[in-house]
């Protein structure tokens, strides 16, 4: 499916759509482990770019013949649901969408800067104590659409040099696409599991080497790479789908 394809099925949906084996199938959880080693060879700068770009493209050619995709049918808006708990997409989205910037961007290359193909989306955290300055609780990090985890980063330590900090991929394989969420205080699913739109994925946080410095407002970065023909990656905004994504709420609020 092409970036203008995915455009065009604003909004396709499979509520359903899983994997054709059971979730922790040895099959499955082999093509995760392998995704998620991929990631990290190439932020430890392990892999060579067109390695990694070959290796990336098997992995995901391989997940995509697993996937289910006989429940997508066309739906309306309600298949996205904000990432953010009990916040408004338009109070929270930074520079109202305008922080997306995808040019220049290169997943297998470590040594490629300035780009940034996603959205920094901010919530009330003045003190940065990763607590709703509200409610004094933790902010809930909610599933934007239905799919599968492939892999997680849950070790970083606050004096750490990563980027990125605790992340979450989520391949949706409606829109046969991969979502990243970075700069999570607490992840709450692992590898392998299936997740629906507006499900608990983690909690926020100031989790990364720039993320955790006082000059960054507490922020959850999401990023959605749209997946061509051959299974490689192309970055897509997200910012329309946000604005009419149901937005979830606290029930003790």
């Known amino acids: ?5 995915a455009a065009g099925l604003l909004l396709i949906v499979g509520i359903s759509a899983f994997i054709n084996q059971s979730e922790t199938s040895p099959e499955l959880s082999d093509y995760c482990a392998a995704f998620n080693q991929i990631q990290l060879d190439i932020r430890d700068s392990a892999i060579s770019p067109d390695s990694a770009r070959n290796a990336f ?3 995901m050619r391989n997940i995509r013949r697993l996937a289910r995709t006989d429940t997508c049918r066309g739906i309306d808006s309600a298949y996205f649901v904000y990432p953010v708990e009990s916040y408004l997409p338009r109070e929270s989205i930074g520079s109202r969408g305008k922080g997306y910037r995808p040019n220049g961007f290169d997943l297998f290359d470590m040594n490629v800067s300035g780009s940034h193909p996603a959205h920094d989306l901010f919530v009330r955290d003045k003190d940065q104590d990763n607590l709703d300055d509200r409610t004094w609780k933790p902010i809930n990090v909610l599933s934007f659409t239905s799919g599968m985890v492939l892999a997680t980063e849950t070790g970083w330590k606050y004096d750490s040099e990563l980027r990125g900090g605790n992340w979450i991929w989520i391949y949706d394989p409606c829109l046969d696409g991969l979502f990243y969420y970075a700069h999570n205080n607490i992840v709450e699913v692992q590898p392998g599991q299936s997740v629906r739109a507006g499900d608990k994925i983690a909690e926020m946080g100031r989790s990364g080497y720039n993320a955790y410095k006082k000059r960054s407002p507490t922020h959850v ?22 604005l ?3 937005v979830k709420s606290d029930p003790e609020m």
């Open 244 to 246: 009419q994504s149901i």
């Open 1 to 5: 499916m092409t970036v203008k394809r």
């Open 57 to 59: 493209g098997e992995v």
């Open 221 to 242: 970065h999401l990023m959605y790479l749209q997946l061509d023909s051959l299974g490689m990656p192309e970055p897509y905004n997200t910012y329309e789908w946000m």
